[in-house]
C-alpha cells in the first residue's frame, strides 16, 4: 500500500471518528464527544500550561505595572493577569488561563471564562466602611441562571479588622493593613479579605466569586 | 476531587445527560415507578418533579417492557408517551405474537401539600392509546418528616382491577358512570386507538390504592404499596402469578440523575425500572466555557471632542473584521454616517442573539472612531437581515459590569426591523463561498415495531455553494453504517404512500441524497421575508417550495404562507421520480407567548392532497430547550389513517451548548411521533423562514438577553 492511499484511508478513519473538510461547523455528535471527552479537546478553555502571547517574561519584565497574580483555589493555579483595559478606578484583567476579572479600586466587579461567572456587583460602601475602621455595609451580585436569566442576591456585610500582617505577594512579601469582609445572603456567607497598603490601596484580596467557583485570590506583582 | 476537575466532570456529566450539580432523585424524594411516572410501583403519587425535569425510563416486567419519556411541563403538569412491548399477546393467532403498544399519560397537581393538607393529583394513564394500560387516578401525598411520604388514592379502569366497588362518582354525576365501556383492546381492536377515549374516563368500578415511601439513605428509598392493579391482562395471557395486591420495592440512586428500582409485584414476580433524568431549566455550568469577551474600551473624552474625522468605513473594516472573527462574528457589511456606525453580521456561534450583540458592542467600542454615538446592529439570517438593535455607546461605557446593567441595556436598546441595503459598504465575506464537509452523524427511529429505539449511524457528506449570501446551493449526501430497517415493504396504506414507505426508501437509499437544493432568502419589504427552495428537498420528495413571512421583530406573532409543488422521489433516493405529484402549502401563523409556551397552528393541504391543520403548543425554555407536542387533524378519516387514527407525536429541541459547555448554535431535534403515517404528512423543507429568523425576534432575544455582557 502507497503512502498517498494510507494517507486517504487514515484521513477517511478520522473522518468518520471526528469530521472534516471546510465546513465550520462540526457534528452535534463531535460536540458533545468533545465535551464528554475533555482530552478531544472540549472542556474549559484555559490550559494552566499555557503561555500565550503577552505573558512572556520579558514582556511581563517590561512592565510589571500591567499584571497581577491570580489564583483560583483548585480552578487554576497561580497565574498572571494581564491589564486589558483601565479606565478611572476601573481595571480589567485578562488571565492566561483565558478568564478575565474586571475590578475597581481593588474590589472584583465580575467575571468572564469561568463557567459560573460573576456578572456583576456592587460592593456598596465596602471602602468607606474600611476607611471609617469597620462596620456594615450591603452588597450586591448578579449571577446567571441555567435559564440564562440575571440573578440579583443581596448580602449583609460586616467589615472589620485593621491590624498589620504580613501578605505573601507571591514575588514578595509585604507588610499590609487586613480586613475581612463578611458576607450573608441567598443562603451563602462567605468572606472576603483585603489587603491594604500603607496609601490605603488594595495590594492582595480574596474575594468571592459564585458558589461553584468560590474565591479568586489575588495580588498585584 | 478539585475544582478543575468538578468542572470537567460537570461537563462530561452533562454531556451524559446527568447533571453533576443536583440531585433531582433526592430533592423530593420522588422516583419513577413501573408506569415510567412519579409513583410507588403500580401506583401514582401526588408529587410531581420540579419544572423542566425530563427522564427516561426502561420497565422491565414479566413478559412486558415499557419504555417511557416523561416530562414535567409546568410546576403542576407531567405529561408522558409509552412504548410498550406485550409478550405473546395475541393468545391463538397464526400471525400475530406480540403487541406493541403506544400510550399518553396526563397528571395534573390539583393541591399543594401544606402542612396540614395532601398534595393532590389528579392523572390519565394511557388515555390517547389502544386502553390496553388505561386507568384514571385521584391520589393524595403527604410528607411526615424528612423521610417518609405516605400516600393514597382512587382508581378507575386498570387501577380498579382489585378491591372494586361500585364507583362513587355514579351517584354524584349519573349512572352513565356506573359502567366503563370496553376500550379498544378489549374488544380485541388494537390495530385502532389514538383518539381519547373521554367516554371511558372515571367510569366503572373504582377501588382505593395506597403506598408508603421511605428516604432511607441517600442512596436508597423503600416502598410498600397496596396496588389495585390485578393485572388481569397479564394473569390471562402469560400466566402472571398475581398472590397479594402488596408490593414491596427498593430504588438505588446510584448517582445523581440516575434510578434502580428492584420490585418484588404480587408475592411471585419481579420488576426492575431504570431511570435517567436531567433538568432543562437547570443548565450545568450556567455561564459555560465561553471565552471571556474583550472589555469594553472606554473613550477619552478630549479625544472624542477633537476627533477630526479621518476614517470611514472602508477603513475601519480590516481591523473590525479581525476583531469581529475573534468573536466568532462575520462582518457583512457596515456604514459610518456622522456619529452613527451600522455593523451587519452574522453569528455563527453563539446560541443567544443578545451575547453577539454585547460581544459585538464591545467591540465596536474599540474599534469605532471615538465621535461616534451611536451603535446600530444587525444580524444576518441566511443572508437576509431582520432585527435592527440600536445602542448608545455611553450606556455600553458605562454599564458594564454593573448590577442592573443587562436590564438597563435592554430598556435602552431601540429594537425595529433592520435598514436598507443602500448606504452599506458590503465587505466581502473571507470564508469560501465553497464549503464541504465529512462527518459522523446520528439519530434514533423511535418506536417502530418492533424495536422501541434504534439507533441509525453513518457518514454524511455535506456540500454548500454560496452563490450570494442569500442564494445558497447545498446538498447532503448519506451513507448508514447501522443494520437496515427490518420491516420494509410497501405499506398497505390507502393513502398515496407519502410517508408510510420511509423503511423502503431507508433500505433502498443508501448511500442516499438527502437533500440537494438551491434556496433563496429575500426581504421585499421591511419585516416581511421570502424563501424559495428548489430541487431535492427532502429524502422522498423533491420540487420547489415558495413562502413568505410577516415577522414584526418586536413582536411576539408572526404569519406565514408557504406553497410548494412536490413530486415524490424514487426509493434509491438518488435523482429520479415516481409518478406521484401534489400542490401542498399551508397558512401559519405562530405566537411566542411570553410564559415560556409557543404555539404553531399550521392549516392547509397535506402531501397527500389532504387538508386540514396542525396544532402545536411547546414549552421553551430561555436556555433554548425546547419540549412540544402537536396532532394534526385532516379529512382523511380516521379508519383510512391507520393505527393511531391521526398524527400526533411530542418534539424536542435540545441545544448542545447545554451539554457541551461551550458557545454553539446547534441543537438536537428529534420527534416522537406515535406512528409515522400517511394523513397529515408536510414536506420537510430545510430552512424554513420563521425558524431561521426567530432568534432575532422579541421572545427570542428577551429570552437571551441575560448573556449580552456574557
Redesign the interface.
Known amino acids: 500500500m502507497n503512502v498517498k492511499i494510507k494517507t486517504a484511508l487514515a484521513t477517511a478513519g478520522l473522518c468518520l471518528l471526528a469530521a472534516c473538510g471546510t465546513m465550520y461547523e462540526e457534528s452535534p455528535v463531535v460536540t458533545i464527544a468533545k465535551a464528554a471527552i475533555p482530552a478531544l479537546g472540549g472542556g474549559p478553555p484555559g490550559d494552566p500550561a499555557a503561555m500565550p502571547p503577552g505573558f512572556r517574561p520579558n514582556e511581563v519584565a517590561a512592565n510589571p505595572g500591567a499584571y497581577r497574580l491570580i489564583t483560583i483555589q483548585g480552578l487554576y493555579p497561580a497565574g498572571l493577569a494581564r491589564l486589558t483595559e483601565s479606565h478611572g478606578g476601573s481595571q480589567t484583567y485578562e488571565s492566561q488561563y483565558a478568564f478575565s476579572a474586571a475590578f475597581e479600586n481593588g474590589v472584583l466587579l465580575s467575571t468572564r471564562g469561568l463557567a459560573d461567572d460573576l456578572m456583576a456587583a456592587n460592593p456598596g460602601a465596602l471602602l468607606q466602611t474600611i476607611r471609617a475602621g469597620g462596620g456594615t455595609t450591603r452588597r450586591v451580585h448578579e449571577t446567571l441562571t441555567g435559564l440564562d436569566q440575571i440573578v440579583t442576591t443581596s448580602f449583609d456585610c460586616t467589615v472589620e479588622g485593621g491590624a498589620r500582617e504580613a501578605v505573601n505577594l507571591g514575588l514578595r512579601e509585604a507588610e499590609a493593613t487586613a480586613w475581612e469582609e463578611t458576607c450573608v445572603g441567598g443562603g451563602v456567607q462567605f468572606t472576603n479579605k483585603y489587603w491594604l497598603d500603607n496609601t490605603g490601596e488594595i495590594i492582595a484580596s480574596r474575594q468571592f466569586v459564585t458558589q461553584t467557583v468560590a474565591y479568586l485570590r489575588e495580588n498585584g506583582l | 476531587m478539585?475544582?478543575?476537575g468538578?468542572?470537567?466532570a460537570?461537563?462530561?456529566i452533562?454531556?451524559?445527560g446527568l447533571p453533576a450539580?443536583q440531585s433531582l432523585a433526592q430533592d423530593d424524594g420522588i422516583s419513577w415507578a413501573l408506569f415510567g411516572t412519579p409513583g410507588v410501583i403500580d401506583t401514582p403519587v401526588a408529587a410531581l418533579p420540579a419544572a423542566g425535569t425530563i427522564t427516561g425510563t426502561v420497565t422491565v416486567l414479566p413478559d412486558q417492557y415499557r419504555s417511557t419519556f416523561s416530562f414535567q411541563v409546568s410546576d403542576r403538569l407531567n405529561a408522558a408517551f409509552r412504548y410498550s412491548t406485550f409478550v405473546d399477546y395475541y393468545i391463538g393467532s397464526p400471525t400475530l405474537e406480540d403487541l406493541y403498544d403506544r400510550s399518553f399519560d396526563v397528571a395534573f397537581r390539583v393541591l399543594d401539600e401544606s402542612e396540614y393538607l395532601p398534595a393532590v393529583t389528579v392523572g390519565l394513564r394511557d388515555f390517547l392509546g389502544t386502553g390496553v394500560l388505561s386507568s384514571e387516578y385521584v391520589v393524595a401525598s403527604k410528607t411526615f418528616g424528612t423521610n417518609i411520604r405516605a400516600s393514597a388514592g382512587l382508581g378507575w379502569g386498570r387501577l380498579a382491577g382489585h378491591g372494586a366497588f361500585d364507583n362513587p362518582l355514579a351517584s354524584l354525576l349519573g349512572d352513565s358512570f356506573a359502567d366503563r365501556p370496553a376500550s379498544a383492546a378489549e374488544n380485541g381492536d388494537t390495530g385502532k386507538g389514538g383518539v381519547p377515549s373521554y367516554g371511558a374516563w372515571f367510569r366503572g368500578d373504582a377501588a382505593f390504592f395506597g403506598g408508603v415511601e421511605w428516604v432511607a439513605t441517600d442512596k436508597l428509598t423503600v416502598k410498600v404499596e397496596y396496588s389495585s392493579d390485578a393485572y388481569l391482562i397479564e394473569q390471562t395471557r402469560n400466566g402472571f402469578d398475581w398472590d397479594t395486591p402488596f408490593n414491596v420495592g427498593v430504588v438505588w440512586f446510584p448517582r445523581p440523575g440516575m434510578h434502580l428500582s428492584f420490585n418484588v409485584l404480587h408475592g411471585n414476580e419481579l420488576a426492575l425500572t431504570a431511570t435517567v433524568l436531567l433538568n432543562a431549566?437547570?443548565?450545568?455550568?450556567?455561564?459555560?466555557?465561553?471565552?471571556?469577551?474583550?472589555?469594553?474600551?472606554?473613550r477619552d473624552t478630549a479625544a472624542a471632542a477633537s476627533w477630526a474625522g479621518a476614517i470611514d468605513a472602508r477603513g475601519l473594516t480590516p481591523s473590525l473584521q479581525e476583531a469581529m472573527a475573534a468573536e466568532g462574528l462575520t462582518l457583512v457589511g457596515l456604514e459610518l454616517d456622522g456619529d452613527t456606525l451600522r455593523v451587519r453580521y452574522e453569528n455563527?456561534r453563539y446560541r443567544?442573539e443578545a451575547q453577539a450583540l454585547g460581544r459585538l458592542a464591545r467591540i465596536l467600542t474599540a474599534e469605532a472612531p471615538p465621535n461616534v454615538e451611536t451603535f446600530q446592529l444587525e444580524p444576518v439570517y441566511a443572508g437576509i437581515p431582520s432585527l435592527g438593535v440600536t445602542l448608545a455607546r455611553r450606556d455600553i461605557e458605562t454599564l458594564?459590569?454593573?448590577?442592573?446593567?443587562?436590564?438597563a441595556v435592554f430598556a435602552r436598546a431601540d429594537r425595529g426591523p433592520a435598514g436598507p441595503n443602500d448606504g452599506l459598504v458590503p465587505v466581502d465575506d473571507p470564508?469560501?463561498a465553497?464549503?464541504?464537509?465529512?462527518?459522523?452523524?446520528?439519530g434514533f427511529v423511535l418506536f417502530s415495531n418492533p424495536d422501541p429505539v434504534q439507533i441509525e449511524a453513518g457518514?454524511?457528506m455535506?456540500a454548500?455553494y454560496e452563490i450570494m449570501p442569500n442564494l445558497v446551493a447545498s446538498g447532503a449526501l448519506r451513507y448508514a453504517l447501522t443494520p437496515y430497517r427490518d420491516d420494509a415493504s410497501i405499506s398497505g396504506s390507502p393513502l398515496p404512500h407519502v410517508r408510510s414507505d420511509a423503511a423502503v426508501y431507508n433500505n433502498t437509499g443508501n448511500p442516499g441524497i438527502e437533500h440537494l437544493t438551491l434556496a433563496w432568502y429575500g426581504r421585499p419589504a421591511p419585516e416581511i421575508y421570502s424563501r424559495v427552495t428548489a430541487g431535492y428537498l427532502e429524502a422522498m420528495f423533491g420540487g420547489v417550495s415558495g413562502e413568505l413571512l410577516w415577522a414584526p421583530t418586536d413582536s411576539r406573532l408572526a404569519v406565514g404562507a408557504e406553497v410548494n409543488y412536490a413530486v415524490q422521489r424514487d426509493f434509491d433516493q438518488l435523482f429520479g421520480f415516481q409518478d406521484y405529484d401534489v400542490v401542498t402549502g399551508h397558512l401559519s401563523v405562530y405566537y411566542d407567548m411570553a410564559n415560556g409556551y409557543f404555539a404553531q397552528i399550521d392549516a392547509g393541504r397535506y402531501l397527500a392532497g389532504d387538508w386540514g391543520a396542525t396544532f402545536s403548543l411547546d414549552r421553551e425554555?430561555?436556555?433554548g430547550w425546547r419540549v412540544g407536542g402537536y396532532f394534526t387533524l385532516t379529512d382523511v378519516p380516521f379508519e383510512d389513517f391507520g393505527e393511531g387514527s391521526f398524527d400526533k407525536g411530542i418534539r424536542i429541541s435540545v441545544p448542545?451548548d447545554y451539554?457541551?459547555?461551550?458557545p454553539?448554535r446547534?441543537?438536537?431535534d428529534n420527534t416522537l411521533a406515535s406512528l409515522t403515517r400517511d394523513g397529515g404528512a408536510r414536506l420537510d423543507v430545510e430552512g424554513r423562514l420563521y425558524d431561521t429568523l426567530r432568534s432575532g425576534q422579541l421572545g427570542d432575544l428577551q429570552?437571551?438577553?441575560?448573556?449580552f455582557?456574557?
Open positions: 478539585n475544582s478543575t468538578r468542572l470537567l460537570a461537563a462530561s452533562a454531556a451524559l450539580s431549566a437547570n443548565r450545568p455550568l450556567p455561564s459555560g466555557f465561553d471565552s471571556p469577551p474583550p472589555p469594553v474600551q472606554v455563527d443567544a458594564e459590569n454593573r448590577v442592573g446593567g443587562t436590564d470564508d469560501p465553497f464549503t464541504w464537509g465529512i462527518g459522523p452523524y446520528a457518514i454524511e455535506r454548500r425554555f430561555e436556555n448542545i451539554f457541551a459547555g461551550t454553539t446547534q441543537t438536537f429570552d437571551g438577553w441575560g448573556r455582557w456574557r
